[in-house]
């Protein structure tokens, strides 16, 4: 796999201080309603090297829309788990999945960019103990997840699984 493998259970103390600065909930605003936006024009800029997050490992998720077929690009935080990239649709904790869980549901060949590298991809959402134990991967590399989860107000996060198609 060409995306860079990310180790969930070893955050690094820069990760670890830059999900806490991303907890906060001036910052879950500002990312949720721009810095996606910021995020995504600095990754293509930069050729996947660069993020906003600076300190988290993304991936541009490259997706076609469930209702207007049109292509939609994505930042994400990752993390590898079986030769996989592992994301998780927390929508930052809010009541509805987000647009992009949509999208791949209805199309699920995409494309992933990260650290220079492009590949096409097949998404699954993951489901009973592995989404469970995937999940729990999540919440120990970003803790924010835990909060996600509480204030998803029921909503079960979906944990996504995309798999290299033809690997490069």
């Known amino acids: 796999m060409g995306i860079p493998e ?22 879950r605003r500002f990312l949720k309603r721009y810095g996606w936006r910021v ?3 600095v990754i293509k ?3 996947g090297h660069v993020s906003l997050s600076l300190v988290l490992p993304e991936v541009l998720l490259t997706h076609t829309g469930a209702k207007t077929g049109k292509q939609r690009s994505t930042p994400l935080t990752y993390f590898t788990d079986r030769g996989r990239v592992i994301t998780v649709a927390s929508n930052y904790g809010g009541e509805r999945h987000p647009a992009w ?3 791949v549901k209805a199309h699920p060949r995409v494309t992933l960019s990260g650290r220079g590298y492009t590949g096409t991809f097949l998404a699954e959402e993951t ?13 120990q590399f970003v803790p924010n997840y835990a909060d996600y ?19 490069g």
């Open 149 to 167: 989860e509480k204030m998803a107000g029921g909503r079960r996060i979906p944990v996504v699984a995309f798999t290299e198609t033809t690997p």
């Open 39 to 41: 995020d995504r024009a």
């Open 127 to 139: 489901t009973g103990t592995e989404r469970d134990r995937l999940f729990d991967l999540a919440k």
């Open 101 to 103: 869980y949509h999208n």
């Open 45 to 47: 800029l930069t050729n």
């Open 6 to 27: 990310v180790e969930p259970t070893a955050p690094s103390p820069l990760f670890k201080a830059g999900a806490k600065l991303m907890s906060t909930d001036a910052a």
